[in-house]
Structure formats: structure tokens, C-alpha cells
């Protein structure tokens, strides 16, 4: 080797070591997250950064032609509501998953894989997408467009992109495994509320049930007798209720306090999807963390919301959304079933759910609207002031 590649190689090695610096100042800050959203939130941030890209997403599909999951960086919340709900995997996008190598290009509207965009996207020219790939399987991949200043994506951004791409795999990877467990925790939490009212409630109940029978044979015989039996029943309904009250606190997610109201949602609208084969659609325009008592009330009341949907409405598509302007909080939940009448007496004693909610958001400070007829689907809103 002469002494002009020395030269060169001495003249990229600042540069290299600047870029390895860089790159693994985005990991520690990613690894100080303490959410796994909130740190994949931080690799969008970080991939716009280190490319030097105008507008950056990072997408994980959902296995079914969608996205589970797909992050951006450079778009506004109103823009992002006003281009829509998650894109699918096609075109560029599509492209990017079935593939571990990277892909630059300077104008993507070239591409014959190009398909176009939806109404208010922005133009975008210069593009590089990164597969995030493990033990050779793609789990995602990130997204780079509009290369600032005017130009395009070079090697140097691809090599840190790549670098980045591989800690987002370790990321996702872990992700997939702590939800697994969770998904056996909740499986092993319900069953051990199962055995506690089996074991408790079930019994009390049993116990005023013979003790209301033995007071209405007693009444005619012995009233003091009869009295003392229809106590003892209602001592027992009593502790009955607190109990079972103490049991649907211990309900309360998990990841409520965690991960957020937010975050809480994904997962459970996720798990809907996998479990109940639900065909449900989530929007969240919301940012940032809610009071805890506000956030635990919005979330059980999606939670009945969508079960009613899919347990009585046979619906074809249920929309989630949560959004919020200034400090007013809206959550909407939507379908295309069966409806019903919302002032049936005789519906509203079978599906004790209207009442549970509409007590959920009174309890909040809460306005709630129910709005249904038979044959034009339902939807729950909701707001509140946070």
C-alpha cells in the first residue's frame, strides 16, 4: 500500500470514527428509554438524524399486508391525520420488507415499484430504505426520504443506517419476547382470578343464598330467627361485593402505569386482532402521559366498548380513536354492526356494559355519547378535560 492510500485511509478515519460516535450516542439514548415505544419513538428520531433526512419512519408489519406498528419523524400530527390511517405494505414500502439489503435511490418516483401516495402526503424525492433484519428474517425496516441539504443519500448514511438498523432488530426482538410473556402472565392472572371467585365470592354467595332460603322458611315460625338469617345474608352479599371489588381493582393493566394510555391501547387492540381475529383500526393522536385516574377510566371504558362491538355487533370494521386538542381528551369507538336501540330498558338489563360506562365517565367528569339504532352500526365517544 502506497503513501497516497495511506493518505485516504488516514483522511476517512475521523470520519468513521465520528460516524461509529455518532451511532452509538443514538443506542445509549435509545437504551435510557424506559419503554420499548418510546425507545423505538428515539431510533426514528435517530435515523432522521444520522442520515440527515427531512422525513424518516420506521415500520413493523403486522403479518397480514399491514403494519403493526409504523413511527414517523418530520410530519406533523395534523398532517399525519389528515394523510390517514397506517399505509399497507406495497410499493417502496412493501418492497423494503422482503428484502435484508439496503436500497438508495435520488428520485423515488422512478422506481417502477413506485405506486404513488395518498391524498396530503408530502412529495418526496431522494429515498433510502433500510431493512431491519435477524438471524435472516426482516422484522421491519426504516424509511428515509429528502435528503437535506438538496442531494442524495450517500454510503456514509447507509453504513450508519445499517449500524442503527441491526440495534433496532436486538429492540424488536426483545419487544416480541416481553409481550409474549405478557400474553402468558395474563393468561396465568386470569386464571388465578378465576380460582379467587371460585374459591371466595362463588362461596359467599352460596352461603347468602342458603341463608336467604332458610330466613323465608323461618318467617312464619320464628321472625326473630328469620331476621337474624336475613342478616347474615346481607353481611354476606357484602363482603361478597368487596371482595369482587378488590378483584376487578387488581384488573387494572399492568402496563397502565407504565407504559401509558397510549401504548395500553396498541397492545390490547394488537391482541384483539391476534386472539379475536377482530377487525379493529386504532388512530392516536395523542401524545403524552394523562392523569392515572383518567387514563385507567378511558381505558376500561375502550376495553367495553370494543367488547360489546365484538362480542353483539357482528361488525365488519371497528374504529379506535384517541386524540386530543389542547387540554380536551376525545376517545371514539365505532362500528359497522348491528346496532340496537339505546334507550331499551330490557337491553340496557342484559348488557349491564351501557351503564357500566356511562357510570365510568360520570365518575370521571366525563361526557358520554352512545349513539346506535338497529341496522347503523354504534359509537361511544367520549371526552374529557385532562
Not at 337 to 362: I, K, N, Q, W, Y
Request: charged content about 25%.
Amino acid at each position: 500500500m502506497g503513501p497516497a492510500a495511506d493518505v485516504s485511509f488516514a483522511a476517512m478515519a475521523p470520519r468513521r470514527t465520528t460516524s461509529f460516535r455518532a451511532v452509538s450516542d443514538a443506542v445509549l439514548a435509545i437504551a435510557a428509554e424506559r419503554t420499548v415505544q418510546d425507545g423505538l419513538r428515539r431510533m426514528v428520531d435517530a435515523a432522521r438524524d444520522l442520515s440527515g433526512a427531512r422525513y424518516a419512519a420506521l415500520g413493523i408489519p403486522d403479518g397480514e399486508g399491514g403494519f403493526r406498528q409504523f413511527l414517523t419523524a418530520g410530519i406533523s400530527q395534523r398532517r399525519a391525520a389528515e394523510i390517514g390511517p397506517l399505509p399497507r405494505t406495497h410499493g417502496m414500502l412493501g418492497a423494503m420488507l422482503e428484502t435484508s439489503r439496503s436500497f438508495r435511490s435520488g428520485d423515488l418516483r422512478k422506481d417502477p415499484r413506485f405506486e404513488g401516495w395518498p391524498e396530503r402526503h408530502p412529495v418526496m424525492r431522494s429515498f433510502m430504505g433500510v431493512p431491519i433484519s435477524a438471524k435472516g428474517v426482516v422484522l421491519g425496516a426504516f424509511y428515509l426520504a429528502e435528503k437535506r441539504p438538496r442531494g442524495g443519500f450517500t454510503s456514509g448514511d447507509q453504513a450508519r443506517l445499517e449500524l442503527l438498523a441491526a440495534h433496532a432488530a436486538v429492540a424488536i426482538e426483545n419487544a416480541r419476547l416481553y409481550e409474549r410473556n405478557r400474553e402468558l402472565s395474563a393468561v396465568a392472572e386470569r386464571n388465578r382470578l378465576a380460582r379467587d371467585l371460585h374459591d371466595a365470592v362463588a362461596q359467599k354467595l352460596f352461603s347468602a343464598s342458603l341463608s336467604a332460603e332458610t330466613a323465608a322458611t323461618l318467617a312464619e315460625l320464628d321472625a326473630a330467627a328469620a331476621q337474624a338469617e336475613m342478616r347474615r345474608a346481607g353481611e354476606l352479599l357484602s363482603e361478597a361485593t368487596a371482595e369482587l371489588r378488590a378483584l376487578i381493582f387488581e384488573l387494572r393493566p399492568p402496563g397502565l402505569d407504565r407504559d401509558g394510555l397510549q401504548e395500553t391501547l396498541r397492545k390490547h387492540v394488537e391482541v384483539l386482532r391476534r386472539v379475536e381475529r377482530a377487525p379493529v383500526e386504532l388512530d392516536i393522536t395523542c401524545d403524552g402521559r394523562l392523569p392515572a385516574g383518567l387514563e385507567d377510566g378511558l381505558h376500561r371504558i375502550a376495553q367495553e366498548a370494543l367488547q360489546n362491538a365484538i362480542r353483539h355487533a357482528g361488525a365488519g370494521r371497528i374504529d379506535v380513536r384517541l386524540g386530543r386538542h389542547n387540554s380536551l381528551v376525545r376517545l371514539e369507538v365505532r362500528d359497522d354492526g348491528v346496532g340496537f336501540d339505546p334507550v331499551d330498558g330490557g337491553l340496557r338489563a342484559r348488557h349491564l356494559g351501557l351503564t357500566s360506562m356511562e357510570e365510568r365517565a360520570a365518575e370521571l367528569g366525563a361526557r358520554i355519547e352512545i349513539s346506535s339504532a338497529p341496522g347503523a352500526g354504534t359509537s361511544v365517544t367520549v371526552t374529557a378535560d385532562a
